[in-house]
Structures are given as structure tokens and as C-alpha cells.
């Protein structure tokens, strides 16, 4: 058997299973737990594809070494996944929400958390093919630490593009009016490659301040920071649009509030050989009507 596929269904696998020339397997709306699907893939030597959509009995994903061949992996809408630990060398192509197209060595990680997430989903190892890492929190709905994500920076080191997206309705803490003698640092380690960070709906949440001094401390490639404090769709600055894409009228108190905070606590922190864009609200599209 080369390819598995399993649909609304119930599986429960035991270590005896023989799937030693597997090389595809997609499970979808299946009630799985993560030991068993651990038992599942301690045989699969020859797996190359991996897809869960709608698995939501899986918590902790586990991704052993033995998968050598392993080079896509997808996950998508399992709800009460808390943590993946991946052990497989190999891995190009990761999938945690929208489609990456199957192209050989991709080098292109893409994640996408859910509303139950407090924390980066992942606690990944090494990622030595990464160079284009994008993560979407669109869909988070409260608090998150984003300086959680700096796991990702020590596990990519070849990573030289990072893009992050933050949903438009973030909490915040109001940095702006705080102490930052206790922001939290990131382990002294360098990053030599990363050249360009881009992070879109960028907010003043203490955590994601600390994210962003943490890049600027800890690489020494970098090139380009955009941070943009609107919707990063289209802009009539362009020339290419006769508006802006439409921001919400609390977004741009927001978006005021996160300027403030590049102000003060990022753009002293940029140095001179890094160019910093700050995309702020349009002075013609996005005024607040009295």
C-alpha cells in the first residue's frame, strides 16, 4: 500500500500494523488519538505526505526521527491540538492552514493558529531547509504571547524571510504608558540569515514589542522591517488604487497607539544598516467622521 486515505471514521492503530511502503496518508474527520497515530507512524519509513484535517482528538502530535523521507506536512482544523513536536530531518513544506502548492524542496513554512491558542503551537526542531517562515494568528481571539515565537527563530537558522500576521482585534497591553525595564530578552543566541521581517496589523501588546527587539538584537543580517499598523492589503499610495482598503474605526485609535509604541521602544533599537518602514492609517481614507 502506497496511499491511505480515511474519511469520518474511527481508527485505532496498534504498533503491529506493516505500512512500511506507505507513502501518502490523509486522514480526514477521523477520531484518532496522538499515541495512536504515533504508533501509526512509527512504521511508515517511507512516508513522504502527511495531511490531518478535522482530527480533533489529537493534542500532542508527535513527528518521530524514523520519518527520513517525510517532506510535507499538513494540519488543518484540529481544534484541540496544543503542541508538535517534530523529529523528522526533512520536512519542506508545513501546512497549518492554507495550501502551499506540492513543489519539490519547498523551502516554505506556513502557520496558522486557531482561537484556543495561547501559545505557539509548535515546539519544533531543527528546520534547516526553512527560508521563508509565514505565521497567521488572524484567528486568534485573545491574548497571545507572541514572544512565544522566538522558538522559531532558533529552530529555522537558515530563515531568512519572516512574516507575521496579527488578528486586527489583538489585546493589548498599553505598553505606551509602562515600564520596559522588564522586557524579556531571547537566550543569546545570533541569527545569521534572516534578511526581511514583515508583520502586518502590528499593535502596542507588550509581547509582540518584545518579539520585535528581540529580531533587532538577536540578527545580524537583517535588511528590511515593515511594520504595519493597518490591514496590509492595498493603499492609494501605491498609485495602483484610487483608496485604502477600508479599516474599521477601532482600528485606528489602535493603529495610533502602536505608532506611538515604534516610537518609543523599537525605532532607538533599529540600527542604521536595517531600513524600517512603518505603514501607518492613511491621512485621506482612514479619518474617523465626527
Known sequence: MRHLYLGSCSFHPTINLDLRSLMKLHLFNVHITGDELGCL?????????????????IVCMKVPCQLQRLNHLKVFECRMLQVIENKAPNICSFDFGESIPNVPNLETLTIC?????????MLPSKFLHLKCLTID???????YDYFSLVSFLDASPFLETLLLGIPKDSMEDDL???????????????????????????????????LTCCILA??????????DTTRG????????????????????????RAMLAIETYIERKVPSTVKLNVVKPCPRCHIIES
Not at 137 to 143: G, I, P, Q, R
Open 41 to 57: 507512524l512509527f512504521s511508515c519509513y517511507a512516508l513522504e505526505w502527511l495531511e490531518l484535517e478535522h482530527c480533533d482528538e
Open 113 to 121: 493558529s486557531y482561537h484556543e491558542m495561547v501559545n505557539t503551537p
Open 137 to 143: 494568528l488572524a484567528e486568534v481571539s485573545h491574548a
Open 176 to 210: 505606551i504608558f509602562g515600564d520596559s525595564s522588564n522586557m524579556r530578552q531571547m537566550p543569546e543566541n545570533r541569527h545569521d540569515n534572516l534578511q526581511s521581517v514583515e508583520i502586518t496589523c502590528f499593535c502596542s501588546a507588550k509581547s509582540l514589542i518584545e
Open 218 to 227: 538577536c540578527t545580524t543580517s537583517l535588511e528590511y522591517l515593515t511594520l
Open 233 to 256: 492589503v492595498y493603499s492609494c499610495s501605491t498609485g495602483k488604487h484610487s483608496q485604502c482598503f477600508p479599516m474599521d474605526k477601532a482600528m485606528i485609535p489602535k493603529a495610533n
